[in-house]
């Protein structure tokens, strides 16, 4: 390898580790963030080890709570993942039963006796800030008490604490659902959606605290453009487009 090779990809590996590293926090993690600062100098002066170690964890805490800028698609009519993290599945199921469904009787979502329903799992080290994966008005925010089973697992829709919201789209007779579900570690959903307020794709709306899944319904016939198994970034991967005609779409390990 020539030398300009090996500067050119000493550049870019620091580049990445900067662009990794250096990214803005989320507002929620200062206060964990400040603890475990606290905690680490109280540590260091005990043993250098646990201040070490206790250094490495609230590097990890800061990494955790990272907000990074996203480009998201502005196609109208596009559906986009609203969270990083592996689709565990894609299922059809009713909707949601915390939900008002005479809410609009003119609305297909509220109509359908199953919707394609996409779940999104979101380890320790994915970004956790959540985004509006479409545009429009918000016009329902139901918080439901669960309990905290695995959030791989499929009972986890049903029976774990949520935050659930409700969307009318921009442009649509259609509404989109999507669901905020805590997990055994994640023991905290903080949702700023409201009622009334109106939402560009992409924008942020709430943060789950330490690992957690986020459900989509997307509306009648409309066919997910994702497999399951693949990897998600909030604010950019398109689940579905809701002005094509592609059956679902399927995928192999490769």
């Not at 669960?146 to 774990?160: C, I, P, R, V």
């Amino acid at each position: 390898m020539e030398k300009n090779d090996i500067l050119t990809t000493l550049k870019g590996l620091g580049s990445g580790i900067v662009k990794t590293l250096f990214v803005p926090v989320h507002n929620a993690g200062w206060p964990f963030i400040t603890i475990f600062a606290i905690t680490s100098i109280l540590l260091s002066l005990i043993s250098e080890h646990l201040g070490f170690i206790g250094l490495i964890l609230t590097l990890w805490c800061i990494y955790f709570f990272r907000d990074p800028v996203r480009v998201t698609p502005t196609k109208e009519g596009l559906l986009i993942s609203p969270a990083d993290g592996v689709i565990s599945a894609i299922s059809k199921v009713a909707l949601p039963a915390e939900i008002d469904p005479d809410l609009d009787k003119n609305d297909p979502l509220f109509k359908a006796k199953t919707l394609t329903r996409i779940s999104i799992f979101l380890n320790v080290f994915n970004v956790h800030v959540n985004r509006v994966p479409a545009a429009g008005e918000i016009t329902q925010v139901i918080y439901h008490p669960g309990k905290f089973f695995n959030a791989t697992l499929d009972k986890a829709s049903e029976e774990n604490e949520r935050c659930t919201v409700v969307m009318k789209m921009e442009n649509k007779k259609d509404s989109i659902v999507f669901v905020q579900i805590a997990g055994m570690i994640a023991r905290r959903i903080l949702c700023d959606a409201k009622v009334k307020v109106k939402y560009k794709t992409g924008e942020r709306y709430g943060i789950i605290r330490f690992g957690s899944r986020m459900d989509v319904y997307l509306p009648p016939r409309v066919m997910p453009l994702v497999s399951v198994g693949q990897t998600m970034i909030g604010g950019e991967t398109v689940l579905a487009d809701m002005g094509s005609s592609e059956k679902t779409r399927e995928g192999e390990v490769r």
